[in-house]
């Protein structure tokens, strides 16, 4: 017993000599253990990773859940579950099936079905490519399964090989179980099982005759709640994946009301970098995911309160002009007015945004005051807009 308290007094000595010893504080790895989680519906459950991130959906017609692994914010898993009404048989769920890849997919517009395979339990999985705003192409597995009249639908987003044990084991802890909580709905429902609140969409690239190189798009909200600060990123890629140049920017217009959307326009003022070949988009900035602000729907004053006229017409610089008058329709005072225009071209490709702030910038109920938005370029040939005006509370 001396012996040792004799060495540990050593070493305490040793430890001091020099100055103070400063134990800096470790950060406590993720828990993995495994978990179950059954969705506020009942309608599925499943076993994973505790500490994935959760995106969840709970309708009275539609129950879905997304997952992420730790560091990512791009979902790799997705669950839904929705009542048919009526019990399915083989011969039906094949109908279903084939409508739900062929009309009904979130992704319909950049998916490919490339194999169909029937599981030993009754579910089929379906191999597929998905192409992602800028051009990325990742492979998709999408299981169909049903229990009765409830539906069952995963998508997954194929994983690295080192990461395949784990995505198998938690596929097959996926468990329907009938539930009231589901009303009988159509198919449709699963059109609106999404992987998170936020989506990219319609983007386009294009470049100025001066060699200005841009990117524009929009921003879907599917979620219950206003979000506002939004940041979108994009990065040029090269062949490799090796990053050539970015950019970040915040939407146009104060927030994004549910089911609602804004527009972006990210420059590069140097132009495409000769190695770029591809392009990546993502919400948030280039260090990390921005928490995003959600806000009451009252906190942004907009369509419903405020109603405006609109029309376009080309300078005599051959830039595209949009005109027209807004009035405060609502009860409330309107502050800090602004108005967007998005534009699309004949494929709803957005070939060009712009924001104005209005002047005054104050509006009381009955009020009206024009608006006059400049687009001196755009990507394309305009075949439709949409135009947007925002005020604050006071």
């Not at 998905?130 to 192409?137: A, M, W």
């Not at 909200?221 to 490799?240: Q, R």
């Not at 712009?354 to 001196?376: C, Q, Y």
């Amino acid at each position: 017993m001396r012996t040792w308290l004799l060495l540990l007094m050593m070493l305490v000595f040793a430890g001091c000599d020099g100055g103070a010893v400063i134990f800096a504080p470790t950060s406590v790895p993720p828990d993995l253990s495994p978990t179950r989680y059954t969705h506020p519906s009942g309608a599925f459950s499943l076993i994973l990773p505790r500490a994935w991130a959760l995106y969840e959906q709970n309708t009275t017609t539609l129950a879905a859940a997304s997952f992420s692994v730790p560091g990512d914010d791009t979902a790799s898993l997705l669950f839904a579950a929705m009542n048919l009404g009526t019990d399915l048989d083989s011969a039906a769920f094949g109908e279903v099936m084939n409508l739900y890849q062929t009309q009904i997919r979130s992704d319909i517009e950049t998916y490919t079905e490339q194999n169909r395979e029937a599981m030993g339990d009754g579910s089929w999985r379906i191999t597929g490519l998905r192409t992602r705003e800028g051009g990325l192409t990742e492979q998709v597995n999408t299981f169909l399964d049903f229990e009765g009249a409830l539906l069952g639908v995963i998508e997954v987003v194929l994983p690295e090989p080192g990461d395949m044990d784990e995505f198998e084991s938690i596929i097959n802890s996926f468990t329907l179980q009938p539930t009231d909580a589901l009303q009988p709905s159509e198919l449709t429902a699963l059109a609106y099982a999404k992987p998170s609140t936020l989506s990219i969409l319609h983007t386009s690239t294009w470049m100025t005759e001066q060699g200005v190189f841009f990117i524009t798009g929009e921003v879907a909200n599917y979620g219950t709640t206003t979000v506002t600060g939004v940041p979108v990123s994009a990065g040029l890629l090269t062949a490799d994946g090796l990053s050539a140049a970015g950019a970040v920017d915040t939407i146009m217009g104060h927030g994004i009301p549910p089911g609602g959307f804004a527009p972006f326009s990210l420059r590069f003022g140097q132009g495409q970098p000769s190695i770029a070949s591809e392009f990546m988009l993502r919400i948030g900035d280039d260090e990390e995911t921005t928490a995003l602000e959600h806000v009451p729907d009252d906190a942004v004053v907009g369509t419903g309160e405020l109603t405006w006229s609109d029309q376009s017409s080309f300078d005599e610089l051959n830039r595209l002009v949009i005109s027209g008058e807004v009035t405060n329709a609502g009860d409330r005072l309107a502050r800090r007015l602004r108005a967007t225009v998005t534009v699309f071209d004949t494929a709803q490709h957005v070939i060009g945004a712009a924001f104005a702030d209005l002047s005054p910038g104050t509006l009381a109920p009955g009020e009206m005051t024009p608006f006059s938005l400049l687009l001196p370029e755009i990507g394309g040939e305009p075949a439709n807009y949409v135009v947007s005006v925002q005020g604050l509370p006071e």
